[in-house]
């Protein structure tokens, strides 16, 4: 499966608003795996913040090939 994320609200109506941008990425009529993570407190969002920032900047232009390896 391939991974798409984002950053949503829960509506008024308990519905989940999906980006366009996202949405236009996600092919119709096409089994979907839903998975919602809640941060439990701002500690949390703050060590999900840095963990990507971190793993973000051990990211070398070197790495770039890894990206073009088809995925089995």
Do not use: C
């Amino acid at each position: 499966m391939k991974a798409i994320e984002f950053q949503s609200q829960l509506s008024p109506d308990h519905t989940l608003i999906v980006p366009a941008s996202v949405a236009e990425r996600i092919p119709t009529g096409q089994p979907l795996r839903v998975l919602v993570l809640i941060a439990e407190n701002d500690l949390d969002q703050e060590w999900e913040q840095l963990a990507a920032m971190e793993f973000g900047q051990g990211y070398g232009d070197g790495d770039a090939i890894y990206d073009q390896l088809s995925s089995r």
